[in-house]
């Protein structure tokens, strides 16, 4: 699914026009990623949770010629699915 779809199925279930309902769409995954940008939980109940957490520095590998490369430490994005989306999903 790709964000139209998620743009066609917010004006079929709301009745308002695509443009709009874009405009909304829009606004929530702004809203989202200014969030998790400043290092917010996002809690979305009976969804999940987005979190961002540290990650560790480390050594990989260059695969064409095998020589290591230092891999600096950062942030990364976690999700973990809520009991609800969870279940209908096994």
């Given amino acids: 699914m790709i964000k139209i779809d998620i ?9 308002v026009p695509k443009q709009k309902a874009e405009q ?3 606004a929530l995954l702004d809203a989202m990623k200014n969030a998790l940008a400043d290092g ?4 979305l ?3 999940g949770v987005f979190v ?3 990650r560790k520095r480390g ?21 973990k699915p809520g009991k609800d ?6």
């Fill in 24 to 26: 909304v769409v829009d």
């Fill in 59 to 79: 050594i990989g590998r260059n695969p064409r010629t095998g020589e290591e490369v230092p891999i600096p430490a950062g942030k990364t994005i976690r999700f």
């Fill in 7 to 15: 743009v066609n199925r917010v004006a079929d279930r709301t009745g």
């Fill in 52 to 54: 961002v957490k540290p």
């Fill in 85 to 90: 989306l969870q279940a209908k999903t096994i």
């Fill in 45 to 47: 109940r009976g969804f």
């Fill in 40 to 43: 917010k939980r996002i809690e």
